[in-house]
């Protein structure tokens, strides 16, 4: 009898699907951002993973697989995402492309902590960065896909906590003053913390062991050793998810584990049930050194990590993402608008609208049924007389509204629903052929009179 290696998961069928579901939806919402898939090997140079994330950080300390290959060459398995991605980026010159590159990558990373629920030796992330931007609009818009994510997903009670580390002079002057405040203070820190103390005092911050305690609560604040360019760049971080209803914190405690991060950092937690821990699903900020410090230009980049397996925990089993859907199912009333509607039905899916017929199905209750199956959102039916007309009457299962279109309308109408364009009002209404007033954007005298 063999047993899995400690730290590691059979994904059963399914959690599998749970996964999956989890996956599809996260290339979703960041293809809608622009993101682009990147793929790169899970085998790194150790030499890589440690300048990356710092000799002093925990995952190099205790967490990282590294081996001796076959051919004497020091391989480590990639831990985290930004340090392989940018290897990368800089091996094939990618910066070289339109910058920004918004890239996204998802896979399995392997860290050797003590195993426990959500902490795992091998385990999958998903992640995206921004290559080649120096805007805090940037760091911004990614904390709000972050969030974005965990509000479609429905997950209640997440906290987004966000921080600055400044710029270089800040961050300087800020562990200078660390250092002053803890050094009459290292008896009654943990002996990690007194190693970091010399190593990286800001990192003591970020201790899972003194967490709460006085000395830590009562530290030196980063916000007091700020530069102006710091202090007006993380202004505009706020004032930004302000105006997108992003809520957040400011967590001046907030340093995240990974040496490369530079002024903007945030998490997005969730708070522990009756006095539980809490856990951080997703982790991520600002690294502007990080691709020079790897021989590549100096570019500034920002980017995120989601844990899945720990989104996958919070997720609610009954949200949309599992359910199989479609966008339209077609369906005919008599063997004329069958054979009718089976080129419509390929012309939506040309256009990208995924849609559904049951091909089987012998009356309207069997075709209606396949429609819940496929947890269908328009259901789309005509007989002899709408074909005759030329028209379609369109069912809108989620508000319950029902229009009748012109053929001709109907994959315009569709495009619009998938896009949900903000130029299109998607009103639906019947114009008779004539030209919809709302066709250049949301107008108030709208033929469709919805919006008054
Ligand atoms: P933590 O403080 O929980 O150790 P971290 O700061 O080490 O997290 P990151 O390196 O920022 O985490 O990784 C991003 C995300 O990856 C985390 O927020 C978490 O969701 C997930 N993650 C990190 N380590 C593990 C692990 N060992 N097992 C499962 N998921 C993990
Ligand atoms: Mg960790």
Request: net charge negative; with cysteine.
């Amino acid at each position: 009898m063999y047993s899995k290696v400690k730290g590691t998961n059979d994904v059963l069928m399914e959690n599998a699907k749970r996964l999956s579901s989890i996956e599809a939806f996260l290339k979703r919402v960041v293809g809608v951002y622009g993101y682009e898939e990147i793929r790169v090997p899970i085998l790194s140079q150790t030499e890589l993973i440690h300048r990356s994330s710092g000799d002093t950080s925990d995952i190099v300390k205790k967490e990282t697989f590294d081996f001796e290959d076959r051919g004497g060459r020091m391989i480590t398995l990639r831990p985290e995402g930004t340090a392989p991605v940018i290897r990368a980026v800089i091996e094939n010159k990618l910066y070289t492309r339109q910058l920004p590159l918004k890239l996204f990558y998802m896979g399995d990373m392997f860290r050797y902590e003590r195993p426990q629920k959500g902490r795992y030796r091998e385990f999958s992330q998903f992640g995206v960065e921004v290559v080649g931007t120096n805007s805090p609009y940037m760091d911004a818009e990614v904390i709000l896909m972050a969030s974005t994510i965990f509000k479609l997903l429905q997950v209640k009670k997440y906290v987004v906590k966000i921080n600055t580390l400044g710029d270089k002079e800040s961050r300087e002057n800020y562990k200078n003053a660390l250092k002053e405040y803890f050094k009459d203070k290292l008896d009654s820190l943990c002996e990690d913390c007194k190693e970091r103390f010399n190593t990286n005092p800001l990192r003591i911050l970020d201790c899972k062991v003194d967490a709460n305690s006085e000395i830590l609560l009562n530290a030196p604040k980063i916000q007091d050793y700020l530069s102006e360019k710091s202090k007006a760049e993380f202004e505009i971080v706020k004032k930004y998810l302000e105006l997108m209803n992003v809520p957040f914190v400011v967590d001046t405690k907030l340093v995240r584990g990974l040496d490369y991060y530079t002024s903007t950092v945030f998490e997005v937690v969730i708070d522990g049930v009756d006095g539980g821990q809490s856990a951080t699903i997703c982790g991520g900020g600002r690294y502007d050194d990080l691709i020079k410090s790897l021989g590549g230009p100096e570019l500034g980049c920002v980017g995120f990590g989601f844990g899945l397996e720990r989104l996958a925990d919070i997720v609610d089993d009954n949200i949309d993402i599992y359910k199989k859907s479609v966008l339209c199912q077609l369906i005919p009333i008599g063997d004329d608008a069958k054979v009718h509607f089976v080129k419509l039905l390929n012309e939506l899916r040309l256009q990208g609208v995924d849609s559904e017929m049951d091909y089987e199905a012998k009356n309207l209750k069997q075709h209606f049924k396949a429609a819940d199956a496929n947890n269908a959102k328009f259901i789309i039916i005509a007989g002899d007389e709408e074909l005759k007309a030329g028209t379609l009457n369109v069912k809108n299962k989620i508000t319950n509204e029902e229009v009748t279109l012109h053929e001709g309308q109907l994959i315009r109408y569709m495009m619009q629903v998938v896009g949900e364009s903000e130029e299109s009002c998607g009103c639906g209404c019947h114009h008779d052929g004539e030209e919809c007033c709302c066709e250049d954007g949301h107008d108030e005298d709208c033929c469709c009179h919805k919006h008054e």
